[in-house]
């Protein structure tokens, strides 16, 4: 079982940035594809980015595509979200999400996801 702690959220300005990091301990962090999914009030969770066991390749939800950048630091046990441009309505809380199987590709299915961190709120303001 992996352990995920989110961080860096907060409250920012409408076209402002900010950038999320969540740590993972507790198993080997670089062979397992990494996702980042938030949840506003009222809507159900849904995917933001995703980025493969290896860095290889990263997918985006189209809402956030161009604006969003995920990365992944292996040596740190790390993924970040930079989020730049942010609007009131990125405004929800973020999660990030480790993948059940080892050496996959990324995903934006939720039930490929088997650890999730306990979320970080951001809040844009317009």
């Known amino acids: 079982q992996v352990q995920l702690v989110e961080s860096g959220g907060g409250l920012v300005q409408a076209g402002g940035s900010l950038r999320l990091s969540c740590a993972a301990s507790?198993?080997?962090?670089?062979?397992?594809?990494m996702g980042w999914f938030r949840q506003a009030p009222g809507k159900e969770r849904e995917f933001v980015s995703g980025?493969?066991?290896?860095?290889?390749?990263?997918d985006y939800a189209d809402s956030v595509k161009g604006r969003f950048t995920i990365d992944r630091d292996n040596s740190k046990s790390t993924v970040f979200l930079q989020m730049n441009g942010l609007k009131p309505e990125h405004t929800a809380a973020y999660y990030c999400?480790?993948?059940?199987?080892?050496?996959?590709?990324?995903?934006?299915?939720?039930?490929?996801?088997?650890?999730w961190g306990q979320g970080t709120q951001v809040t844009v303001s317009s």
């Open positions: 999400a480790a993948g059940k199987r080892p050496f996959t590709g990324a995903s934006r299915t939720n039930t490929d996801f088997g650890s």
């Open positions: 507790g198993r080997s962090f670089s062979i397992y594809s």
């Open positions: 980025i493969s066991w290896n860095g290889g390749v990263a």
